[in-house]
């Protein structure tokens, strides 16, 4: 099964240098023996269709042909044991709350800016820096972060790191319980002897944290209306949104379907105005309201900032999160941790070299071939140079873009991502992997157990974005007692 596969120089997650499986997924791999090459097929076809007949596809952008795709489904998970994952836990928990901190902060008092921990114009310059919209406002819990998505790779030493911070609108949630249904369907024999937590009860926390975000100008005692704001159906993560909303018992709304009436926000119903008071928006802050930000904006709600500002309702994600993980500001995360929290960094950064740095920028323009050059607003692998992969002719037009603008780029060494078996076309070879964790912020702080494995399905590729040709993977943690099993 395994007779062509190499684990080469990089990190294996499931196998040892001399090809045997680690500890934790022996159980795993016995039972993977079991099957014939006919049963592979018959069930990597069977859990793509699962995909498709439940309508869980995303949109790609200038794509000619078929815009509407399923992620790419791979059958062999992630297992990650138990103490490994308690590491990544309070490692996100310290993440998030330090960068929690760090929004109240510059939206307020600006002490990390006074303090020259982290350089102001760094800040004032970024595009997603809305003091003139929501300074001095005060976020319910002081909380700005209800839903983060932080993705962690993990190096050929086989240690954590964090890639980037996703704080506006991180999506994927639906996928990690899409991925588990049709593990269970698909695949039952693997989960007979695995004790694994479960994602059950996930939405409940989720759905707490969503309601402890009662505006500041309503009864704590009062059941607060949620609504999930969307762009519509043609938005990438439409489906993320229908799944949440569902699951939440929330009702999804396009901006047409409120109003604002004396710095109240209404939805409009049969039944007549009801009150709104948390909006989940899945909509990016400069569509959100076209009194305040685009005025061509047709997705927004007119008057919602103003609401906003007079405390009457909550809207989560907070506007102006993309301040904190922008990929700039993202090299001064472990300050922050010590500055707020007086804690070292538990899980660290990828080693980030700033542009805008007159020597860094040398340093990085003599070496392009051997680095990652990303723009520091950009997602989903769009603008990014892999300096080893690329040509002459793609490195000079970087070279010109961060002589422009180097504000605009960071880069980062060529970290020799984990790498984890997948089966497609009838073959197990070795694809690159990274994780994103879901973190939910109420009154507490509360890490989804697992996450969405992405995996660069194309061979030799390190891109795991759906957009540019990846895929997903199960993501199990085992629970203690397996552990000894």
């Known amino acids: 099964m395994f007779k062509t596969y190499e684990t080469g120089s990089f990190f294996d997650e499931m196998l040892q240098e001399n090809g045997e499986p680690k500890d934790h997924y022996r159980y ?22 699962s995909f498709l007949r439940q309508g869980i596809t995303f949109t790609v952008y ?35 709350e330090a960068l929690n901190h760090f929004l109240d902060d510059i939206y307020h008092d600006q002490r990390i800016l006074k303090d020259n921990i982290i350089p102001k114009h760094l800040v004032e310059n970024s595009p997603y820096y809305y003091y003139k919209q929501v300074g001095g406002v005060d976020s319910p819990l002081q909380n700005h972060i209800f839903l983060a998505g932080i993705d962690l790779i993990k190096d050929e030493h086989g240690e954590y790191r964090v890639l980037e911070d996703n704080l506006r609108n991180p999506s994927g949630l639906s996928y ?8 269970r369907q698909v695949y039952p024999e693997f989960f007979s002897e695995h004790s694994l937590n479960t994602l059950e009860n996930q939405i409940a926390h989720l759905q707490h944290s969503l309601l402890s975000h009662v505006p500041n100008n309503i009864s704590k005692n009062t059941e607060p209306r949620a609504v999930l704001l969307t762009a519509g159906m043609y938005n990438s993560a439409y489906y993320d949104h ?11 709304v396009e901006g047409r379907d409120l109003i604002v009436i004396d710095n109240m926000v209404y939805m409009k119903t049969i039944r007549g105005l009801k009150r709104v008071d948390i909006i989940y928006r899945r909509i990016d802050d400069d569509f959100l309201d076209p009194e305040a930000f685009r005025e061509d904006s047709l997705l927004g709600v007119p008057g919602l900032i103003a609401a906003y500002k007079e405390g009457n309702v909550s809207i989560l994600n907070a506007i102006g999160n993309g301040v904190a993980d922008d990929k700039a500001i993202y090299s001064y995360v472990p300050d922050m941790i010590r500055y707020y929290l007086k804690e070292e960094p538990i899980i660290k950064n990828v080693d980030t070299y700033l542009l805008s740095d007159p020597i860094q920028r040398e340093w990085v323009l003599e070496r392009l071939d051997e680095l990652v050059v990303k723009n520091v607003g950009a997602s989903g692998g769009y603008d990014m140079l892999i300096g080893p992969h690329a040509t002459e002719e ?30 497609q076309k009838g073959r197990f070879y070795p694809c690159h992997v990274d994780l994103r964790v879901f973190v939910m912020k109420g009154e507490q702080v509360h890490v989804l157990p697992g996450g969405l494995s992405r995996v660069a399905l194309k061979e030799g590729s390190l891109v795991v974005n759906s957009s540019q040709g990846g895929g997903g993977k199960d993501t199990w943690v085992l629970k203690e007692e397996m552990q000894h099993a």
């Open 242 to 252: 229908v799944f949440l909303a569902q699951q939440m018992n929330i009702q999804l």
């Open 28 to 49: 795993f791999h016995s039972i993977l023996q079991q099957f014939s090459e006919e049963e592979y097929r018959e069930k990597h076809e069977t859990a793509q269709f």
């Open 394 to 423: 793609e490195r000079e037009v970087f070279r010109q873009k961060i002589i422009e603008n180097p504000y605009q780029y960071i880069a980062q060494p060529t970290i020799k991502l984990s790498r984890a078996p997948a089966y």
């Open 62 to 96: 200038g794509e000619e042909s078929g815009t509407e795709r399923t992620m790419p489904f791979d059958f062999i998970p992630i297992i990650i044991p138990a103490e490994e994952w308690g590491v990544i836990e309070k490692g996100m928990i310290q993440r998030v």
């Open 176 to 183: 990690v319980y899409q991925n588990r249904y049709v593990m």
